[in-house]
């Protein structure tokens, strides 16, 4: 059965600086998607960004982008000049590719932007 | 484009008693998915339904949770009857057919708290 670890139960940081949250997975598999998902106070699950894992070229989304680390099974999060809206859960999912398949999420990361 | 639609957004019950929660999923989204997110935990596949037809329920409490998708568009979730343990939030996610573009997406609506007393 595929897992998702995140290590970090809780960060913070500064406005304006730029942090990293940490994801690691376990599966067999050579084809499969990766996600981080935001879930804000209201509770609402909001995609971040996306990760193929044919593709080697990592995923950007504006201030978002990851580091994809097919071999150590690693998909780490960036989030540049971090703004108070960022402030919420972060959840890393994994999906194989093989139709429809359910979404395995991490315990999730809480994050806080400091003003 | 409407997202996902949940309700009610909140519901406080008592342990023994029974309650629906409703979803609409995104237009053409054929594939449909219940999630239990318990408080500090990631969300958990309840069941998953492919138009009108249940493609994986293997974690769904069939004593007590029920489904339907009945007219592969809208769905209901039904507990009866509620445990302490089943509060937590509800999410509704939909996706649009395996195989096409974005087809491994799942877009989630607000969620359904539910606190059960």
Not at chain 1, 73 to 81: A, E, N, Q, T, V
């Amino acid at each position: 059965a595929q897992t998702v670890t995140q290590s970090q139960p809780e960060m913070s940081v500064q406005e304006a600086e730029t942090v990293t949250l940490s994801c690691t997975y376990d599966t067999s598999e050579s084809n499969y998607y990766l996600f981080w998902y935001k879930q804000p106070p209201s509770r609402q699950m909001i995609l971040v960004i996306r990760q193929e894992a044919y593709k080697q070229q990592n995923a950007t989304e504006n201030r978002f982008s990851v580091n994809f680390q097919k071999a150590a099974k690693s998909f780490s999060l960036k989030i540049s000049d971090s703004q108070l809206g960022d402030t919420a859960m972060y959840f890393c999912a994994y999906l194989l590719d093989f139709g429809n398949e359910k979404l395995t999420f991490g315990t999730g990361t809480r994050l806080t932007i400091i003003p | 484009e409407a997202g996902v639609a949940q309700s009610p957004r909140y519901k406080i019950i008592e342990k023994r008693q029974s309650v629906a929660f409703w979803c609409n999923p995104i237009s053409g989204h054929a594939t449909l998915y219940w999630y239990q997110q318990i408080l500090g935990q990631g969300p958990k596949l309840l069941i998953q339904f492919q138009n009108n037809g249940v493609v994986d329920d293997s974690q769904l409490p069939k004593d007590r949770f029920s489904a339907e998708r009945l007219k592969g568009v809208d769905s209901t979730l039904k507990i009866q009857p509620a445990k302490l343990e089943d509060s937590a939030v509800y999410l509704c996610a939909s996706s649009l057919p395996s195989g096409t573009e974005d087809g491994e997406t799942q877009y989630f609506g607000p969620g359904t708290r539910l606190l059960v007393l």
